[in-house]
Every structure is written in C-alpha cells, then in structure tokens.
C-alpha cells in the first residue's frame, strides 16, 4: 500500500506526517515507512539520452510501439 498526502516536507518534525508512505498488509498493525525525495535531485542529469533504434526496441519488445507517435508521449519523454 502507498500513499501521499501531497503536503511539503518538513524534516523538522518529529513525527512524519509529510511525505510519501508505504506498507505491506498485516494482521495485527501496519507499520507505515517513507520516502522522499532527495534536494537537489537533477533527473537531467541521471539520465542519458536514449537512441530512436533503442526506444523503438524498447516499444516493441513491450507491445507498445503504438504509443510513439501521439504527441502526448512525444511532450513527456527527456530530450
């Protein structure tokens, strides 16, 4: 289970109530953990450019060769 409460974090407090939560199912009480992103994380900069052979590679081992043209997918992906 993973939910957000799309508020901002505050590492401040001392008790988490800000953030991005996950468990796994249990009989007794759900032990809630969180994550949040890094400062400061720059995607830009993690990810390479993708070649058109390796996308359309990609598109096709995944059966989803039919989502490349729509200009949705073209406005969502790195360049």
Do not use: H, W
């Amino acid at each position: 289970m993973v939910f957000s409460n799309n508020m901002k974090y505050s590492d401040n407090d001392t008790q988490m109530l800000e953030s991005a939560f996950y468990c796994t199912t249990n009989y007794r009480k759900p032990i809630f953990n969180y994550f949040r992103e890094k400062e400061g994380f720059d995607l830009e900069k993690l990810l390479n450019p993708v070649s058109d052979e390796t996308e359309n590679f990609v598109l096709k081992d995944t059966n989803l060769i039919s989502i490349k043209n729509p200009d949705e997918f073209a406005s969502t992906k790195l360049l």
